[in-house]
């Protein structure tokens, strides 16, 4: 893979602080050719889950040998790795903490290096900001064209999480809203790959249930007001409200249990 020069940076950071500049900072200093492109920062805090969509998400629309850092970190200075990965197409610097497991359900993996120790990385380093002084250092090396193997030694797997498992039972497919987008449409876990052409219905179920009909072609389908399935962007089943916030009429908050059944 050649020496990239896209470095792509999703955090749950927010852009209050100065975190998210200070990492560039470093890469800037480290790599100053690449390019740096901002994914989101707007991850919700700790949301593992969501960004491991996101960025699985958005990967695929940058070049080939795109370095991606992903930095939602909630055991950031405990014993959780920092790793770099290689696949089929892109470089990933992340925690090892099941971040990357919806990239690696449609990426080959090529390599996985444990980089928690790696002697490019400065040895004062803070026990809570791993974004400045971890992964961001390696992201640059990478981007310069350094070896996995001058970062760091091989490990043979990582923390892979059940980001995209669906539940099926005879006729009916059973998965979880993963997140709420910036407009309150529920993004769910359920892929169109997943699911037959013919839908006869979805319901939402939390602290009630919403009985939706089939998925429609898009939003304006439905009258202003009206509850609706519809399959966004990413190929994910979306629980929208034309015009208004899903989220906000099921009270859905971050963490929050919310399942989907799909009638097959």
Known sequence: ????????????????????????GVILTLAPAVQLVDITHGVPPQDIATASVYLAASAPYFPDGTVHVAVVDPGVGGPRRAVAVETSRA????PDNGLLSAVLADEDLVSVTDVTDSPVLPAARSSTFHGRDVF???????????RPS??????PDLVITDAYTVQRDQ????????FADHFGNLVTNVRRED??????GVALRGHETWSIGPPVAY??????GAAMSIWNSFGLLEISIRGGSMADAVHWRPGATVEVSVEL
Request: charged share 15%; proline share 9%; no cysteine.
């Open 1 to 24: 893979m050649s020496a990239p020069s896209v470095v792509t940076l999703l955090t749950d950071f927010g852009l209050a602080d100065p975190y998210v500049g200070v990492m560039k």
């Open 150 to 155: 001058d970062l760091g030694d091989p490990v």
């Open 91 to 94: 470089w990933y610097v992340a």
């Open 171 to 178: 006729r009916v497919l059973t998965g979880r809203v993963l």
């Open 136 to 146: 961001a250092p390696i992201a640059a090396r990478l981007a310069s064209g350094a």
């Open 195 to 200: 699911v037959p052409e013919s839908v006869g």
């Open 219 to 224: 939003y304006a389908a439905v009258p202003d």
